[in-house]
């Protein structure tokens, strides 16, 4: 009786936990809210799609291609390789939108960027934190925590 109870406790608990998460953390399943076609990567976080908006890959930051520091510029240009290889122009990338900033001040489209891995999405703001080429960044307010990745 009592594992059942609890069993139901645990399950209350997770029913619970996923109703009053935000609609998707970085880890949970992908929600694509837009597909997009990558023009070109433009830096390890900012991607160019047809049509010519920028997506700034919401809660990362990774390192500027133009600044004074030479070791800086060496990651900026590793961060980019990394997302140019992942997301090469021409191909096709879902993207969530963060829906309580959904652009920043330079009217760059804020989102969670998925790239394809056969039929799976794969979360290219987690990727490149993995990968150690960009760091976390958190503005909120975002849809978004990125220190919710563990
Ligand atoms: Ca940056
Ligand atoms: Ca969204």
């Known amino acids: ?11 209350t608990e997770i029913f619970i936990g996923q109703n009053f998460s935000h609609s998707q953390d970085f880890q949970g399943q992908p929600v694509i809210e837009r597909v997009a076609v990558v023009s070109r990567v433009i830096d390890g976080d900012t991607i160019e799609i047809e049509g010519g908006e920028k997506v700034r890959l919401v809660g990362v930051d990774a390192p500027e291609l133009r600044s004074i520091d030479p070791v800086e510029r060496e990651l900026a240009e590793k961060a980019k390789e990394f997302v140019d290889k992942l997301c090469p122009p021409g191909s096709e990338i879902g993207l969530n939108v963060d829906d309580l900033e959904p652009r920043d001040r330079y009217g760059r489209v804020l989102a969670l960027v998925y790239i394809k891995d056969g039929d799976i999405w794969v979360n290219l ?7 150690g080429l960009a760091e976390i960044l958190y503005m909120p307010p975002s849809e978004f925590n990125p220190y919710e990745l563990k």
């Open 1 to 11: 009786m009592i594992l059942i109870i609890s069993l139901f406790l645990l399950a």
């Open 125 to 131: 703001n987690v990727e490149l934190l993995r990968s």
